[in-house]
């Protein structure tokens, strides 16, 4: 059964959900509301689907700053878009096709300060291609087995929206668990208890 790309996208979403979940890249002018402000739900939905659903990695470029910075749960960063890229890129060599499912957006902000977000969300894909990990296992992320929280800060730079700073707390554990062959799960078994 194919899960809905949002469960629900509310009232405040300007954009239609054809328009949301079209092919086509966006064009910036399509968030800008008539007061000026971000349409932010459409902005985060679209950014998300155009950069993991569509497989477009380089837009990436089109709604993080220069110098964003992303924090990861486990302690690393990521700065600047072409390190967003390669590791966008990498998970999605190890995971073709993966999507990111959202489950809410939250937000709250104003043009002059910028806008505060949150996102909850899951991945679905299977580990068919190498990882950091190692060779492909075909294990697969779904809902039951990995919960992710993005949130982030787009501002004004020099007159455009973007992100320009994330917390990323994906779900290492099912990542990696899903990167991470049967024979390892074994070895890993053995020598320490689970963590899960």
């Known amino acids: 059964m194919e899960e809905p790309a949002l469960?629900?996208?509310?009232?405040?979403?300007?954009?239609?959900?054809?328009?949301?979940y079209q092919d086509e890249p966006i064009d910036y002018e399509e968030f800008i509301l008539d007061d000026g402000g971000l349409d932010v739900e459409a902005w985060i939905i679209r950014s998300t689907y155009e950069i993991w659903d569509l497989?477009?990695?380089?837009?990436?470029?089109y709604y993080y700053d220069d110098d964003c910075v992303?924090?990861?749960?486990?302690?690393?960063?990521?700065?600047?878009?072409?390190e967003i890229i390669e590791h966008t890129l990498n998970?999605?060599?190890?995971?073709?096709?993966?999507?990111?499912?959202?489950?809410?957006?939250?937000w709250e902000g104003n043009e002059e300060?910028?806008?505060?977000?949150?996102?909850?969300?899951?991945?679905?894909?299977?580990?068919?291609g190498h990882s950091q990990f190692g060779p492909p296992t075909g294990k697969e992320l779904t809902r039951e087995n990995?919960?992710?929280?993005?949130n982030c800060?787009?501002?004004?730079?020099?007159?455009?929206?973007?992100?320009?700073?994330?917390?990323?707390?994906?779900?290492?554990?099912?990542?990696?668990?899903?990167?991470?062959?049967?024979?390892?799960?074994?070895?890993e078994d053995s020598e320490s208890p689970p963590t899960r």
């Open 146 to 150: 990995n919960l992710s929280i993005y």
């Open 7 to 20: 469960y629900s996208i509310g009232e405040t979403v300007q954009m239609s959900e054809e328009k949301l």
């Open 153 to 187: 800060l787009i501002e004004k730079v020099d007159g455009r929206w973007q992100y320009t700073e994330e917390w990323s707390n994906y779900d290492n554990a099912a990542m990696e668990w899903a990167c991470t062959s049967e024979d390892r799960d074994a070895e």
């Open 113 to 128: 300060n910028g806008y505060k977000t949150s996102m909850p969300s899951y991945m679905i894909g299977k580990n068919t």
């Open 91 to 106: 998970w999605q060599s190890a995971f073709p096709g993966i999507k990111i499912k959202i489950l809410d957006v939250l």
């Open 70 to 82: 992303i924090h990861a749960a486990n302690g690393n960063e990521v700065e600047g878009t072409d």
């Open 55 to 61: 497989q477009m990695p380089g837009r990436i470029e």
